[in-house]
T-cell receptor, first 116, second 116 residues
Framework: AQKVTQAQTEISVVEKEDVTLDCVYE???????LFWYKQPPSGELVFLIR??????QNEISGRYSWNFQKSTSSFNFTITASQVVDSAVYFC?????????????FGSGTRLQVQP | GAVVSQHPSWVICKSGTSVKIECRSL??????MFWYRQFPKQSLMLMAT?????????EQGVEKDKFLINHASLTLSTLTVTSAHPEDSSFYIC????????????FGPGTRLTVL
């Protein structure tokens, strides 16, 4: 069975601070996909990144960066120089390609509050 | 990019009534759609997998007679909450897989259901 753990329930930072959101996953599949989504108060999920299990390269997109470490089953997300608009709930998710099960298993989410 | 719409975006109904939620893929054909439920301050939990032209597959603990799913075409899946009760109040989100994108999932904006 697959599982995604986001141990940080809530994080509060002051604007311009860097913040890292942790994600640890469990799966028996060798082929899988990892995702990060942002959910603002409106509720609509905003896709941030998808990474497959064969690509361990870290990725940077503007102020966002992701660190995928298969050895520790982690896929952490860092926001550099946080802004108030980054305040939202962030979900890490997993889908297993090998089983053909494309539905996502979500972590419990981390609520990020960026104070001005 | 691929767009998934949901209708209605919110609905308030009396206990005992049935509510239908539509999920449409606007610019692509979706062989598979997923329905998730999110209670306040909680994560998204998969309710069922909807495959075009066949019966939906429900997750353990989800009553198939209460949550009726119909995926009659490649662009439309509907979720009907029958005899809704206050405990069914939740945020319902659908997602769709494209024909070509194996693990590309596109999420709808969600439907907020409140049962009085």
């Amino acid at each position: 069975a697959q599982k995604v753990t986001q141990a940080q329930t809530e994080i509060s930072v002051v604007e311009k601070e860097d913040v890292t959101l942790d994600c640890v996953y469990e799966t028996r599949d060798t082929t899988y996909y990892l995702f990060w989504y942002k959910q603002p108060p409106s509720g609509e999920l905003v896709f941030l990144i998808r990474r497959n299990s064969f690509d361990e390269q870290n990725e940077i997109s503007g102020r966002y960066s992701w660190n995928f470490q298969k050895s520790t089953s982690s896929f952490n997300f860092t926001i550099t120089a946080s802004q108030v608009v980054d305040s939202a709930v962030y979900f890490c998710a997993l889908s297993e390609a090998g089983t053909g099960r494309r539905a996502l298993t979500f972590g419990s989410g981390t609520r990020l509050q960026v104070q001005p | 990019g691929a767009v998934v719409s949901q209708h209605p975006s919110w609905v308030i109904c009396k206990s005992g009534t049935s509510v239908k939620i539509e999920c449409r893929s606007l610019d692509f054909q979706a062989t598979t759609m997923f329905w998730y439920r999110q209670f306040p301050k909680q994560s998204l939990m998969l309710m069922a997998t909807s495959n075009e032209g066949s019966k939906a597959t429900y997750e353990q603990g989800v009553e198939k007679d209460k949550f009726l799913i119909n995926h009659a075409s490649l662009t439309l899946s509907t979720l009907t909450v029958t005899s809704a009760h206050p405990e069914d109040s939740s945020f319902y989100i659908c997602s769709a897989n494209g024909l070509a994108g194996l693990n590309e999932q596109f999420f709808g904006p969600g439907t907020r259901l409140t049962v009085l």
